[in-house]
Each structure stands twice: as structure tokens, then as C-alpha cells.
């Protein structure tokens, strides 16, 4: 995929965002780190409120209530830190801080991110990968976005 200079590259996942900009041109990507995010992975006492709770019977069944299963703490946390990372693009995107972006994200979070963008995002947005590539190296990026195959991992 050829990137324009300065392309803005999203790489995210729920737990880390890295902001590239494309320093080279359509020919010769050069991605640069310009920003990044890590959510703190907090364990599970720190995040927790409470024990898990009783289900009510339906009304009128006669069947008694059950045990309803604990919530995925730490998805609900990957899943915020998304709704955090979507509202960053949009405003970075309404004050004209990029032209062009592309995302790579896994699908959990590519999921959690579509549906929040502001239409400027969607306007600008120039493409998509769904892989997993916050912790591989600039190097690896730039071969999934060259579209040389997938890089190992």
C-alpha cells in the first residue's frame, strides 16, 4: 500500500496505541514514532467491585434465579481504552492533524474503533489491517504496509 508523506499510521491494540508518521513517500515508506499510549494492565483486585451477583427468575416460571458469570474486567478496561483512542483520532482529525491515516489493530479493538469514528476520520482513513502489531518492530509495520507478506510472529 502506498503511503503518502506524513500518513498518519494508527497501531493499537487494547492495551497500547502507537501514532507513526510516514516521513518518506509513496516509493520509500519511513515510519516514525510521533506518540504513543499504554493503559497500565492492572490486576484483577485493583479493578474489581464486587463478587458476582444473583440473576432473577424469569417472572412467572417457577424456576429459581441463577449465579450470573463475573465480567471480563479486563476486556471492559481494553474496551475503554478504545473509546479513549477513537475520541483522540476524532479530535486530532477535526484539527486537521492528518489528511491520511491507516489502522492496524487485532479485531477486538478494530471493532471497538470503527463504529466511533467521526465521519472526518472515515473520510481520511486509507486503509485497514486487522493484525496484531504493537509490540513488533517499526521494521515489521512497514513490510505489512508494503504488503510484503506478513512478517513473522
Sequence with gaps: MPLSHDTLVLVADGRKALFLRNEGDAQQIDLRT????????????????APSGQSPAPAGTGLSGGTMGEPDFHQQEEDRFAKELSEKVNKMALAGEFDELVVVAPARTMGELRPLWHKEVQSRLKGEHVKEMTDRPIGDIEALLLGEGSPPG
Excluded at 510521533?34 to 467491585?49: C, F, G, M, V
Design 34 to 49: 510521533a506518540s504513543h499510549r499504554e493503559r497500565e494492565d492492572r490486576k484483577n483486585s485493583d479493578i474489581k467491585t
